[in-house]
């Protein structure tokens, strides 16, 4: 007998009429296709064949045993055959007994017994959902399910089941004889009918929920019929606690239903809005008092809270929880009073709750506005919380804020209100306050543990790949004799319909890749971010306070009060120790860290009094100079306070208070405390004052009127930097300052500074000092420094006149120096001429006339050199004058000996030779060994020089190594392991004469004095080195080894 004859003679056992006993031979019939079905596994053929031969019978049985309120075998049989046909859903065979299966089943929903039933409506869920995947529109062509027949009976069957909820709920709280006595009071051992079931009441609106997208137009037309039968359930109260035991099942079968249809109410009003209009206000209420009276099961209260979190999505429903808000602040009712449900739901209830007062908050009371503040005071300091949870708290609390502004706005409150909102707001502040500290005390933690986790999935993902690698290698390795295998060796693993082959690594590792940290860094980073915007939000609040009224006039008593108190600038200084560093959170990999550094720049621009913000800069600005140095990023604040424009309507790039005073007091601190690291200009103290001190003077050229930044300092910082140029061993920091603090300072626009600076003794206490360094110093940085400073000095032409002549030497500096000091000694003595009568000027050039002129004639040259015709126009300019400094002698180099010392013969192929004096070179070198190296800056080129005026001696000595010599080697090679014993040959090259070369004459008087000057300038300059710490390890042996060598010759 084939598989399919003997389904076929199973079920034909299943559709005879049933008589005493047949009922358990059914059930026996339904478990033999059971463990057939089971048999066949995942063989679709056999699936298709098991449930042809079977699914009419089947269903057919459905006919024969009739349904049960009893318990009893023919209940156990209808039971095990809709288990069996729900089993259909993984079989093809669904679609063409679609129809027929729906047809056997619906009537089952109405008369049969809850149990059947839930499984019937799972049944009938699978058929929709089957229908739905497989894509059938019957718009475009014929449905083979043909289920849209059974929309309308379904929903008229939902509508009965909520009509019965009532009719049950009577028989269980409402009929004397259970109420009376209940706990003593037999317990019912019928099957509750379907239409009659609690349960059914929660399994039913999911499922219409589904049709409703399925088959929109049929669902809409009947689903009005539904609402009724929903209002009328969840207007059911329940019993009065206590609950009797043996009711409690009961009781939460009955409010999981009500939930499931307050759910789905919910979503009738997303997608139907017009259908549930008119309930809003019972769906709601059915809503808060289901979270009075629900059981403490995690599930139901879960989606209760849920479902209250969805409807407040919807404007049209959200007025109707302000009368609520009261109730919900109470944590029994919002989550109930089993600790376990606390514990998991207390999240989710306090989201749902910010979320809610958020949409009514602008119709609390003040008594509501306080207990909302110091409950949401304790759960943002709540460590148990999500941080998401904090978060919303953080939020909440500055929207209340808001709130509290808006009902002081326009005058709207008396004093005595306006007082009270203002402590409100205190606590807020102090609150968030609290908050900020404590994400501060463990943000380079949280930063730290980030980078660790970091690491280590790096470390992950490479010993991932290596895994994968591996792997890839050995199959590879495999391939090779797999192939050449024979073809009857049988299948393989991959062959076996269910074989299990092994995961790759990079699968297997896949799901490793936790996070935690770098999740716990994002939720800080985003409450800290919340934070900063609040405290500008909040800032502002407390600072306009009592700006809607203009102020007092002179000797009345004032009637507001305007910007901080003493307390609040309090606040806010804790606020700004504590930012700072969060602001690390924001620095590296936040893409929008910037919005970050403005808005704490904001924190000081908003307020509405000038002196609030000096003094929290005054006494925070060490603080934020410091957390600068460990966060560059902060310079963006620093930008932000020096550059912002003023708000008011026609103030086209006018500097704000806030900027004009932060700038006034930045300027102050810098010059009375930072001045000194620039004494070391590679530190990142020096490159932050440089830093600072550019944004200052970025923003004097760019805004008007900006004298006042600088005008109360100037005449002491420039004192001061003069004095640090003078005793600082290293004076290039101070002066680049210098020069850029008289930059800016150059066109017409400070007269006052202009005017503080040519008062007094400061101009020429300025010449003097900086005449004075360019004499002294020998570092060719700070002379051209010097230079430049002298000729952009701050004042004006006639009040520099008396000077002149001492500021001539710089220009003739200038004109003499690099490129960007010619051009400007020539853009200065250009003016000059144009500007001053030559009474005046001549006098004025004196002395220097000659360096002068010969500077600017060394210019004279043509094409494209740049400033040869500048300097021509300058020469005619000054007419005959150009020409008198040639009466004067002329400076010109002078030798007693025409002859040089030591001459290389250098030949180039193919014969010519041609002599290069090495006296220059030889003075050079002296010169670098002669120069003081305090710091060792100059060894590399003090070591070489010493081996060139070696290697140089040598050779004029006419050294030869001894023919007897037992060092190894060449000549070459003997002489250099006796004159430099203990080194190795890296500096020399063992060159042999070409005989074809013409050897030179005798040498004459003159040369050979030369010589002899040399020789000795070279002995006593090797001498000297062997004093030198640094050199006396080359210089003493090779030292020894010459007066040796002069001993033996006399």
Known sequence: MTAAEDYTALAAALADPLTDGDAEAKLATLKRLREALEGIGQNVAGVEAFWGAIIKPLLRLFEVLPPQLQAGPVHIARHAALELLGKIHASTAVQPYGSSIMAAIMPLLETDNQENAVVALRIVEMLHKSRRTRKVDPAGGEDPYKLDAYVEPYIKFVQKVFEGIQETYSSYFMDPSTAADADQAPVKTDYTRAIKSFQLGSETPMLVMTLLGQYSAIVQQHVVALVPPMIAALSLPGPPAPVPARLAGVVAELKQAQVKICVFMTYLLRVLPTVVMNHRAAMTDALVHLLRTAPDILSVRKELLTTIRSSLQQSSVRDYYHQKVNELLQEEILLGMSPTSCAELRPLGLSMLAELIHHVRMKLSFPQLVEITHKFAGVIHDTDLPMTVQCTGVRLLLNLAEVLMNRCDGGKADPADQETYRGLLNVVLTTLACKLQAVSRHTLATIAGAAEDRVERVKRREAIMNLDKEREANDDDKAGPAAAADDGAGPSVGDAPNAILPQRPRQLLHGHRTNGKETELLHVRNVAHTLIMGFKSLLYTLSSFGNTHQRAAPGQPPGRTFGLRDDEISLALDIVTHVLPCMHLFSGRMPDGGDNYETLADMFTVLQEPRDAMELLTIKLPDIFDAILDNPRLLATTHRLADHRHNSAGQHLMLSDVSRHFTTVLAVHLADHRLELLNDTSSQGAKLVNRLFDQIFQVMKKYPQTDGILLPIFTRLTRRLLELAASSPSPTGHLKLLLDLFAPLQNGRFAEIHTACSTGTLLPDIISNLSSLIKTTEKQLDKDLAVEIMLTLPSRLAELLPYLPRVMPALVLALGGKPELVALGIRTLDYWIDSLNPEYLEPAMGEVTPDLMANLWSHLQPHP??????????????????????????????????????????????????????????????????????????????????????????????????????????????????????????????????????????????????????????????????????????????????????????
């Open 865 to 1050: 050199y740049s400033f040869g015709s500048k300097v021509l126009q300058l020469l005619g300019k000054l007419g005959a004058r150009n020409r008198r400094w040639l009466k004067a002698p002329q400076q010109l180099p002078y030798k007693d000996n025409t002859e040089h010392g030591l001459r290389v013969v250098l030949t180039l192929q193919p014969a010519t030779a041609f002599l290069v004096p090495l006296d220059k070179c030889l003075a050079l070198a002296q010169d670098s060994l002669r120069r003081p190296d305090p710091g060792g800056k100059n060894s590399y080129y003090r070591q070489n020089g010493l081996q060139f005026l070696q290697s140089c001696l040598a050779a004029m000595m006419n050294v030869r190594a001894p023919a007897d010599c037992q060092l190894p080697g060449g000549s070459a090679d003997k002489l250099a392991a006796s004159l430099f014993p203990g080194t190795t040959r890296s500096w020399y090259v063992d060159v042999q004469a070409d005989p074809s070369m013409p050897q030179h004459g005798v040498k004459t008087k003159l040369q050979m004095q030369a010589e002899r000057s040399l020789v000795k300038s070279l002995v006593t300059s090797i001498t000297e080195a062997g004093a030198d710490a640094a050199l006396a390890d080359t210089a003493v042996p090779f030292a020894c080894s010459v007066a040796r060598h002069m001993a033996m010759l006399v």
